[in-house]
């Protein structure tokens, strides 16, 4: 009854959903992969209307060796360089959530934008198999101070949070069997489970508002 994976999503796979994405492997989590919903990885460039722009799945090794054949000394001031550092410490280049065919138990969005284009994502494509899959929204300024802090609000989110949905998988196992034993109907209180879930979940988001106090907006999409 584990949950089969978490992806992290943020707009370019480079700060806030990398930053997370390290915290949680040092926290032990396995079956994490992080993602961008952007076109184009995009970083500040020598000016605000000069963005640099490459291609997803272009080596974040090489995208910190182009920035140092730019500018060594700027994009290290920026902290650019550290970033791309921490970025191939945990995996080798960013990756784009659209292009991606893995299924998740949870997705995180670190930003509402992000969180709208996962959303429609899901409302836009038919359900092939039926697998829920829960999306959770926090906002976090995209700065290298604010992702750290933006990682471990969703560290603690997803401890409340996992602990809820392995609970769930169990109970609705554990409720399957028991129709499978006592040959009641399939649909017997099969309603009545959901509306509670729904609440509980509702509970567990409040929960963590109320003692982090930070907003988190959710919904469940089908693969």
Not at 194 to 218: N, P
Request: charge should be negative; proline fraction near 4%.
């Amino acid at each position: 009854a584990s949950l089969q994976g978490i992806a992290l999503v943020c707009a370019s796979n480079q700060n806030r959903s990398m930053e997370c994405h390290k915290l949680l492997l040092s926290k032990g989590y396995t079956n994490l992969s992080s993602y961008g919903t952007n076109t184009r990885v995009k970083l500040p460039g020598p000016s605000i209307d000069q963005p640099l722009i490459y291609d997803f799945g272009t080596p974040y090794a090489v995208i910190a060796d182009d920035l140092r054949s730019k500018d060594v000394e700027l994009y290290t001031q920026r902290g650019l360089i550290k970033m791309l550092e921490r970025n191939m410490s945990v995996k080798l280049a960013p990756e784009r959530f659209q292009d991606s065919t893995k299924q998740f138990d949870i997705i995180v969005a670190f930003e509402e934008r992000v969180f709208d284009i996962i959303a429609e994502f899901f409302n836009e494509r038919p359900s092939v198999v039926g697998k829920p899959v829960f999306v959770f929204g926090l906002n976090v300024v995209d700065t290298p101070e604010s992702a750290v802090y933006g990682a471990i609000d969703i560290y603690n989110f997803l401890q409340l949070v996992c602990l809820f949905l392995v609970a769930l998988r169990l109970h609705f196992v554990t409720f399957l069997w028991l129709l499978f034993l006592i040959s009641l109907p399939h649909n017997y209180k099969i309603e009545a489970t959901e509306d509670q879930w729904v609440d509980q979940l509702d509970d567990v988001i409040s929960e963590f508002q109320v003692t982090y106090g930070k907003d988190i907006f959710f919904s469940v999409g089908f693969y």
